[in-house]
């Protein structure tokens, strides 16, 4: 079984800054991938920030220089930076990951529960 949980999230007044963590637990052998989705109401899910393997890195337009995506192999854990914060951040931000298992062949594909960042005016 694999588990990724999300937190860090919570209210900010614009301009503010978050940090989000993913981590993720089980028989893992390795990620591939971790990417950030966030999903506010009444809108579809977009895609914040990816990183893959070999660090590089995918931002949305819209929070290019303002959120830093990272990661620790070692802590099977991915970080969302999240400076200079605006109300059109606000959503529910959810990590996913592509990982191996071990014992097992073949890419998995898994989410976490989700955290809510509020930023108000």
């Known amino acids: 079984q694999v588990q990724l949980v999300e937190s860090g999230g919570g209210l900010v007044q614009a301009g503010g800054s978050l940090r989000l963590s993913c981590a993720a637990s089980g028989n893992i052998a390795s990620i591939n991938a971790m990417t950030w989705y966030r999903q506010a109401p009444g809108q579809q899910r977009e895609l914040v920030a990816r990183i893959i393997s070999g660090d590089t890195t995918i931002y949305a337009d819209s929070v290019k220089g303002r959120f830093t995506i990272s990661r620790d192999n070692a802590k099977n854990t991915g970080y969302l930076q999240m400076n200079s914060l605006k109300p059109e951040d606000t959503a529910v931000y959810y990590c996913?990951?592509?990982?191996?298992?071990?014992?097992?062949?073949?890419?998995?594909?898994?989410w976490g529960q989700g955290t809510q960042v509020t930023v108000s005016s």
């Open positions: 996913h990951a592509e990982l191996r298992r071990l014992y097992y062949s073949g890419t998995y594909s898994y």
